[in-house]
């Protein structure tokens, strides 16, 4: 079951790879914005590859288990044999590389949430830019509402009783 699993998150991983990469593109954004950006995919993409050795290190070793015979090994200058030392061993470093894995696989969820922001950032300045493009000047509105003579004009008090 866990080689399924293992095979499973291996063959997830470059195709999210190159999702991740595609996903950068320059139109209309801020230069710091795409730093940004590109920061955080490569951290994406480095967290995906580190993933998929530390499986393929655990796929191997899964693979060197079945293989390794049952034989019983003797410590040296004691009187102790370890029927399965070797595959014990192996199966040591396999959950090791495993469990180096998932700690990697969390990382992920939050790489992309932090991507999530700043692509929503981006999509909020693109917003914004094409509305302060489209919207009129404040010369274009005080043309569509002039105003007549005198309007606005400070009249005293007095001056309206007598």
């Known amino acids: 079951m866990l080689v399924t699993f293992l095979g499973l998150v291996s063959a997830s991983i470059l195709p999210t790879v190159s999702l991740v990469i595609g996903s950068l593109s320059s139109s209309g954004r801020s230069v710091m914005k795409i730093d940004e950006l590109a920061q955080e995919l490569s951290r994406a993409v480095h967290t995906l590859f580190s993933i998929l ?55 992920i969820p939050r790489i992309l949430a932090r991507v999530l922001a700043i692509k929503k950032d981006i999509a909020i300045f693109e917003a914004r830019k094409a509305l302060a493009d489209k919207s009129p000047s404040d010369a274009d509105v005080r043309q569509m509402f002039p105003k007549k003579e005198g309007f606005g004009k400070t009249i005293p008090l007095d001056s309206l009783r007598s």
Not at 67 to 87: C, E, H
């Open 53 to 107: 050795g530390l499986v393929a290190a655990v796929v191997a070793l899964l693979m060197v288990i079945a293989v390794v015979p049952d034989t019983p090994w003797r410590l040296p200058y004691f009187l102790i044999q370890v029927p399965d030392a070797a595959r014990r061993a192996l199966q040591s470093l396999a959950l090791l590389f495993a469990v180096a894995a998932t700690l990697e696989a969390v990382k």
